[in-house]
C-alpha cells in the first residue's frame, strides 16, 4: 500500500512569509506525528495527532507554528512569519493506533527561509 | 531522564565486513519500546525494527540482527557482509512513559560508511 506521502518535496520562501506544509497518512493510521529535522542532527518532536486533534503538541516551538487534522486523515503544519532558524527537513509520520505503535515516515520536506 | 546514547559519530568499513552500531538507552520504566531507523542519503527514515522490554529475543533478519540485553541497557544493531547500499545514518530511539509520555527519544545517529 502507499506510505506517508508530503508535498511539496522542496520549499523556498522568503523570511517573514507563510507556509503550509501538508502530510498525507498511511490509510487507517489514526496517529500522525509531525517532527523537523536540521542537519547532522536526529528528529525533533513537534506534535502528535490522535485523530482529529492534538494530543500532545509541547513539541511546537512557538506561536507560529500551527498544526491542523481536520478530518482524522491529511494534515498540514502551518509556519508563520517564517524566520531562517526555520529552515529544516520537515517529517510527517504516522502509526496505526496510538504512540507505541511503530511510526512510518514520509520523504520529508525541505523548507529553506532566505 | 529518558536518554539514547550512540556513542559511535561515524563508522567506516570496507564492504564484506561485519560492523555493530551501539545504542544504550536509560528510562526508569519497566515497559518501555526500543527502534532502530535507517535514513539512507535521500533522507527518508526506514523503520527496521521495534522490541519491547519483555522481548528480550534477539532477532535475525537476512544479514541485520538485533541483540538486546536489559542488564547493560543496551540494543546493538550488527550488519554482517556489509554492502555499499548499507551506506547511511542510523538511528536507535527509545519509546517510554516517563518524562515524554511514550515520545521517541532519538540518539544522536552513526553515520555507517561502506567502502567498496
Known amino acids: 500500500g502507499a506510505g506517508v506521502s508530503q508535498t511539496p518535496s522542496n520549499k523556498v520562501t522568503e523570511k517573514g512569509k507563510y507556509v503550509e506544509l501538508r502530510c498525507d497518512p498511511i490509510s487507517g493510521h489514526t496517529a500522525l506525528y509531525w517532527y523537523r529535522q536540521s542537519l547532522g542532527q536526529g528528529p525533533e518532536f513537534l506534535i502528535y495527532?490522535?485523530?482529529?486533534?492534538?494530543?500532545?503538541d509541547s513539541g511546537l516551538p512557538n506561536d507560529r507554528f500551527f498544526a491542523v487534522r481536520p478530518e482524522g486523515s491529511v494534515s498540514t503544519l502551518k509556519i508563520q512569519r517564517t524566520e531562517r532558524g526555520d529552515s529544516a527537513v520537515y517529517l510527517c509520520?504516522?502509526?496505526?493506533?496510538?504512540?507505541?505503535?511503530?511510526?512510518?515516515f514520509g520523504p520529508g520536506t525541505r523548507l529553506t527561509v532566505l | 531522564a529518558q536518554k539514547v546514547t550512540q556513542a559511535q559519530t561515524e563508522i567506516s568499513v570496507v564492504e564484506k565486513e561485519d560492523v555493530t552500531l551501539d545504542c544504550v538507552y536509560e528510562t526508569r520504566d519497566t515497559t518501555y519500546y526500543l527502534f532502530w531507523y535507517k535514513q539512507p542519503p535521500s533522507g527518508e527514515l526506514v523503520f527496521l525494527i521495534r522490541r519491547n522490554s519483555f522481548d528480550e529475543q534477539n532477532e535475525i533478519s537476512g544479514r541485520y540482527s538485533w541483540n538486546f540485553q536489559k542488564s547493560t541497557s543496551s540494543f546493538n544493531f550488527t550488519i554482517t557482509a556489509s554492502q555499499v547500499v548499507d551506506s547511511a545514518v542510523y538511528f536507535c530511539?527509545?519509546?517510554?512513559?516517563?518524562?515524554?509520555?511514550?515520545?521517541?527519544?532519538w540518539g544522536a545517529g552513526t553515520k555507517l560508511i561502506i567502502k567498496p
Open positions: 530511539a527509545l519509546s517510554a512513559r516517563a518524562d515524554s509520555n511514550y515520545q521517541l527519544i
Open positions: 495527532f490522535q485523530g482529529t486533534g492534538a494530543a500532545d
Open positions: 509520520a504516522s502509526s496505526l493506533a496510538g504512540i507505541t505503535d511503530t511510526q512510518y
